[in-house]
């Protein structure tokens, strides 16, 4: 196990840093269903940390709880090296966790380039007046939010469509423009939630290609969900594995690989 | 008897020109009224999916309000102020009483709270400031009275002033508001909520704090039309009828597209007037502007179920 407050070294000789956000014995039930049961595991600064297992294990709802859209039923949630009281989505939000949705969640009557914009309200500190009347600070604020969301466009090579309303957008792109919203808060920590869910060969490329470029150039810690084992081998540096709510595995990719308990989670061995 | 319907009509809007635009511009100016309140109807429906019922006693109780301020002895202008203030605190008011409880319930729930609100309102309205009509202050708020005559073609076009005053402060509200919702932050947040609420959440955006706004931008527009409205007829609870000719007006313009709304708004106004006066007087006995929009609506839905501009409906199947 690594220390909390040191960092490590990956094997392309990146260099993480302590543990931004820790998730102490998480326990989630709906009714009698227990969605995640006793779960504890850190996200550390600048790496990338892959949350996997089959259909139903619980890692949407373990990112639902990051994200603060769930209130786990029992454990606590440490970000920044102090517990998180309970917490709104939105505040969440605003203390710098950012997100995308496995079923895409985009504001679909929107242009691409007013949905990137709305990634910037976490940053929004003009009131409401000084906006209603277009002065001062909020005029400020407007040239520079579109400034860095203009190079979050130009990052993830969607200029050609800045001015098209995303209802219209196929698929892939969606999820590229959703990606982006999440960037333009320049978030802290940032949730992908099954973020090659439903892509082609080319469009996973693409994707992937994104996530680590997007982890170099930002530094941005990234913790992401996902089913396409390959992919997930190839991105993160540590991964937790979980099947039916409970961790089965914790560790690089090559260490989660030769454990016993997630072959047969993957391979279907029955459980008794 | 055909043609006497059909022609003679036509005829006599080309023969009568001046009296064609007269008809056209009293019609107008009722349009850019429904179509703001119309506005407030959309804003409320975009940011929360909710029909707001009390749309049209939200004019009325602002228009009491101002009245009755005014009758205490407060000045036009701070009046004014004190309305808006008014108009925020029963915004925070029905958020915080009404909506937050109501989070996630279906809408016919919400749409019965609306029908809650404006109930409570009447009543508020009639205990504080009785139930008699009233006269709007406009003189003391400048607005203008007199007319200017015009003489197109040698004929004569009234246009009174405080018929041209509406129509300006009502199209510097809806260009600021549309200003405001399409290139601030706020406004963003505003239109975001609507499409959806969970990725809105997920950008920070907070529901409460957006409702209170939407509610209170549509008290500011209540207050203009009440101001705008009570000036012509008279401030009285018989205000809210006009609130119910917002309905066509949504029927037409779709619930969902602000420029419908004022489309809408200026269409019925328009031909309600037209109608009356060239079909509605010399064949079927006047009165018809009670009841030709809705007819007109109607005819519209048949041939488009979501309105002139609203979202088309595609139903997987």
């Known amino acids: 196990m690594l220390d909390s407050s040191e960092g490590y070294t990956t094997a392309d000789g990146r260099q993480i840093g302590g543990v931004l956000m820790e998730m102490k014995n998480i326990t989630l039930r709906f009714g009698g269903v227990v969605a995640i049961n006793d779960i504890s595991f850190d996200i550390r600064e600048g790496e990338i940390r892959a949350i996997i297992g089959p259909n139903g294990a619980g890692k949407s709802s373990m990112l639902n709880v990051i994200s603060g859209f769930y209130t786990p039923s029992e454990g606590e949630v440490f970000y920044k090296g102090s517990k998180r009281p309970q917490m709104k989505p939105f505040e969440v939000a605003r203390m710098g966790v950012a997100r995308t949705f496995q079923n895409i969640a985009l504001f679909e009557g929107m242009t691409v380039l007013d949905n990137v914009m709305t990634g910037r309200l976490t940053h929004m500190h003009s009131g409401v007046f000084s906006q209603a009347l277009w002065f001062g600070r909020a005029r400020d604020e407007e040239m520079d939010n579109r400034e860095k969301v203009e190079r979050v466009i130009d990052f993830l090579e969607i ?65 992401l969900i996902e089913h396409d084992m390959g992919v997930v081998m190839d991105l993160s540096d540590r991964v937790v594995v979980m099947d039916y709510g409970k961790k089965i595995g914790d560790g690089t990719p090559d260490e989660v690989r030769g454990n016993q308990d997630v072959i047969d989670a993957y391979l279907g061995v029955s459980h008794d | 008897m055909l043609y006497d319907f059909l022609i003679q009509p036509f005829v006599d809007m080309a023969t009568a020109p001046d009296f064609f635009l007269q008809v056209l511009w009293e019609g107008l100016v009722s349009g850019v009224l429904y179509a703001l309140i119309a506005l407030g109807f959309v804003l409320i429906f975009r940011s929360s999916r909710i029909f707001n019922f009390a749309q049209g006693i939200m004019v009325v109780f602002a228009a009491l309000t101002l009245v009755g301020l005014h009758a205490m002895g407060v000045p036009a202008w701070i009046a004014v102020a004190l309305t808006l203030a008014v108009m925020f605190v029963l915004a925070v008011t029905i958020e915080r009483v009404v909506l937050r409880p109501l989070v996630g319930q279906p809408d016919i729930i919400l749409f019965m709270a609306t029908i809650g609100i404006t109930l409570f309102l009447i009543g508020l309205g009639e205990t504080i400031f009785g139930g008699e009509n009233k006269v709007m202050i406009s003189e003391e708020l400048g607005i203008p009275t007199g007319d200017t005559v015009l003489e197109p073609w040698g004929g004569l076009l009234i246009l009174q002033h405080l018929d041209i005053t509406v129509v300006v402060v009502a199209t510097l509200l809806v260009a600021g508001l549309l200003a405001f919702l399409n290139y601030t932050q706020m406004g963003r947040a505003i239109r975001a909520l609507g499409d959806d609420h969970q990725a809105a959440l997920s950008v920070g955006i907070s529901l409460q704090t957006i409702w209170v706004l939407v509610w209170f931008i549509a008290g500011i527009i209540a207050l203009v039309t009440g101001i705008a409205w009570g000036a012509r007829a008279g401030v009285s609870f018989a205000l809210e009828v006009i609130a119910y000719k917002a309905l066509p007006v949504l029927m037409l313009g779709g619930l969902e597209s602000i420029t419908g709304a004022i489309v809408g708004g200026l269409m019925i106004g328009m031909l309600e007037k037209l109608f009356e006066i060239y079909w509605g007087q010399p064949f079927l ?22 309105g002139l501009f609203g979202e088309r409906i595609i139903e997987r199947v």
């Not at chain 1, 994104?210 to 810690?221: A, H, K, R």
């Open chain 1, 159 to 223: 200029q050609n469509i800045r001015k098209t309303p995303v209802g219209r957008l196929p698929y892939g792109l969606k999820k590229r423009v959703e990606l982006a919203r999440a960037l333009a808060a320049e978030p802290s920590l940032l949730l992908l939630d099954e973020p090659m869910a439903g892509m082609n060969v080319e469009e996973k490329e693409d994707m992937s290609r994104f996530i680590l470029d997007v982890n170099d150039e930002f530094g941005t810690t990234i913790a």
């Open chain 2, 285 to 306: 006995g006047g009165n018809t502007e009670t009841w030709f929009a809705f007819v007109l609506a109607l005819i519209v839905l048949l041939f488009r179920p979501q």
